[in-house]
């Protein structure tokens, strides 16, 4: 079975540009989670989502949003990109809301200039 | 804000030789996770340790979790080249899959 899933690999943009990341969920899993890793430091909850609906966020300003899709794949999308958004971006998934385990995707390394 | 601390940041080792990390939270959990990653790569999970659990052993991976210390360490025996990479710990608080995640132990293990 392919495991989580995640494009694009790498992205560049410019500050003040518009971004948008995808997941896919391995297959089964209904809980998609995103979290920010800024390089030397370790993932931060960004949101999660289950059965399409937002059940968690975390302390990200509201240029940061998310959606998920009737087969369970998810979307990240930034606003207004900083140059500190630079960071790889994961996801990850897990198959209901209260799982102690999930499975995460390569990430995706964005830099922002 | 980042929940866990891991000590050491790094930690350079030979080949055979045991690697331990250890990890500190600040808030009461519902379970502790480590997790691997290598070359800024995606995070592998290695192992889970629950708050009514002690110690949890996979394989070279033994792990322990002291609650009443607010503390969890992750020691590797035997470690191998293949070994070499961040290792992470994650706490969960909310019995909602909302990790937190440390910044990290970058273990190096040279031939």
């Known amino acids: 079975d392919a495991g989580v899933t995640q494009s694009p690999t790498h992205l560049i943009k410019t500050r003040g540009q518009h971004v948008t990341l995808r997941c896919s969920p391995i297959s089964g899993h209904k809980s998609v989670s995103w979290y920010q890793q800024v390089l030397g430091q370790g993932p931060q909850f960004i949101f999660q989502?289950?059965?399409?609906?937002?059940?968690g966020r975390g302390n990200f300003p509201d240029r940061f949003s998310a959606r998920q899709f009737p087969n369970y794949s998810s979307e990240l999308n930034v606003n207004a990109l900083l140059l500190g958004d630079s960071a790889l971006y994961l996801c990850?998934?897990?198959?209901?809301?209260?799982?102690?385990?999930?499975?995460f995707g390569p990430g995706t390394r964005l830099l922002v200039l | 804000s980042q929940q866990g601390e891991e000590d050491p940041q790094a930690l350079s080792i030979q080949e055979g030789e045991n690697a331990t990390m250890n990890c500190s939270y600040k808030?009461?959990?519902?379970?502790l996770q480590w997790y691997r990653q290598n070359s800024g790569r995606g995070l592998v999970h290695l192992i889970l340790?629950?708050?009514?659990?002690r110690e949890k052993h996979s394989g070279r991976l033994r792990v322990t979790l002291d609650t009443s210390k607010k503390s969890s360490s992750l020691l590797i025996t035997a470690s191998r080249a293949a070994d070499t990479a961040s290792y992470f710990c994650a706490t969960d608080a909310t019995s909602w899959g909302k990790f937190q995640f440390g910044a990290g132990t970058q273990v190096v293990v040279t031939p």
């Open positions: 340790i629950r708050s009514n659990e």
């Open positions: 808030t009461s959990i519902n379970n």
């Open positions: 989502y289950y059965e399409k609906e937002e059940r």
């Open positions: 990850a998934s897990s198959w209901g809301l209260a799982e102690e385990t999930q499975y």
